[in-house]
């Protein structure tokens, strides 16, 4: 059974930080681009950031790029998300997720996700 659990989330004002993590269990990173999505009330779902191992590659979302790092501890199955120069328009609940890909995760198919984590940005 895949698992993946979200925590570190919190209130913090604008321009502050917050490192998310996800544990995952039940899964190899190596099959899989994991991240991080987001979606606030009324919005879309975006996805924000993920890591593919296999390709060596990092994806970020243009509204996030140069503010948010995603890391992932392959040993220890954990995915972590450090958040900086904070906004408002960050609020949201953030999932950790995963996707068979990149393609797959740029169209938002995740097969597998967490219960989420708010994060909460004040002005």
């Known amino acids: 059974e895949v698992q993946l659990v979200e925590s570190g989330g919190g209130l913090v004002q604008a321009g502050g930080s917050l490192r998310l993590r996800c544990t995952a269990s039940g899964l190899s990173f190596r099959d899989y681009c994991i991240g991080w999505f987001r979606q606030a009330p009324g919005k879309e779902r975006e996805g924000v950031s993920c890591?593919?191992?296999?390709?060596?590659?990092?994806y970020y979302s243009d509204s996030v790029k140069g503010r948010f790092t995603i890391s992932i501890d392959n040993v220890k199955n954990l995915v972590y998300l450090q958040m900086n120069s904070l906004k408002p328009e960050d609020t949201a609940v953030y999932y950790c997720?995963?996707?068979?890909?990149?393609?797959?995760?740029?169209?938002?198919?995740?097969?597998?996700w967490g219960q989420g984590t708010q994060v909460t940005v004040s002005s």
């Open positions: 890591f593919s191992i296999r390709d060596s590659f990092a």
């Open positions: 997720g995963a996707a068979s890909d990149l393609r797959t995760w740029y169209e938002g198919k995740y097969d597998y």
